[in-house]
């Protein structure tokens, strides 16, 4: 899991809830990603950061939401616009993101969070 | 369109035995195919990665093999263990990650 912390590591929700994944790292990483992570499935990009203050959307953005106003600190917010959330996040990070480094530099994962929609 | 398909989806051998995961791409352009091991519930660890011009890579008991001809990686796991048990993911580099269903191994004594 390297210096990347996310918490809680499970998670209820009530539907029309929006809830936030914490995740935290201290590799002094340039680069934050939030995954999705489905049974039977490959894990799936939700938003990714290269520099404070920035943030560029995935392939699967719709109904999540996340800020960077700290270098160590890259939350998500699942909204309830988010249609089927119940699913195991992954946050991860890289020295340099994908625009700088050509996706080469490997990706650190954090220990995830598991999400279920009641 | 850029595609990773890993093979077998899963599989269960006995502790000591040898095994061998698959994964051929698709994607282009190419930087590097990484393999992490994910213990269920847990994130993705590295255990190896290639870039274009190598063909061997090696972590203690895993070796991994690429050959950028055929577009086809191989994760080769020595004397396995129980804590061998895990999904292991292919992935590869290029444009953008692309990742792998991953490789449901299940290591019995």
């Known amino acids: 899991d390297g210096g990347i912390t996310q918490s809680p590591k499970y998670l209820f929700r009530k539907e029309g809830q929006n809830v936030t994944l914490s995740c935290e790292q201290n590799?002094?990483?340039?680069?934050m990603y939030w995954y999705r992570q489905d049974p039977g499935q490959g894990l799936r990009l939700i938003y990714y950061?290269?520099?404070?203050?920035?943030?560029q959307k995935g392939d699967i953005a719709e109904g999540y939401s996340v800020s960077r106003e700290k270098k160590e600190s890259f939350p998500l917010t699942v909204t309830s616009a988010q249609k089927n959330p119940t699913a195991f996040y992954l946050c991860a990070s890289s020295v340099r993101g994908p625009r700088t480094s050509g996706n080469t530099d490997t990706q650190y994962f954090g220990p995830g969070t598991r999400l279920t929609v009641l | 369109k850029n595609q990773v398909e890993q093979s077998p989806q899963s599989l269960i051998i006995l502790e000591g035995k040898n095994c061998t995961l698959q994964?051929?791409?698709?994607?282009?352009?190419?930087?590097?195919l990484r393999w992490y091991k994910q213990d269920t519930g847990r994130g993705p660890v590295s255990l190896t990665i290639m870039t274009f011009s190598e063909n061997t890579k090696s972590n203690g008991r895993y070796t991994a093999t690429l050959d950028a001809d055929t577009k086809q990686s191989s994760l080769h796991i020595t004397a396995s263990q129980l804590s061998d048990s895990a999904s292991y993911i292919c992935?590869?580099?290029?444009?953008?990650?692309?990742f792998g269903k991953g490789t449901s191994l299940l290591v019995t004594p």
């Open positions: 994964c051929n791409y698709t994607v282009s352009p190419f930087s590097n």
């Open positions: 590799l002094n990483h340039d680069a």
């Open positions: 992935v590869v580099s290029g444009d953008a990650l692309n």
């Open positions: 950061s290269q520099i404070v203050n920035d943030f």
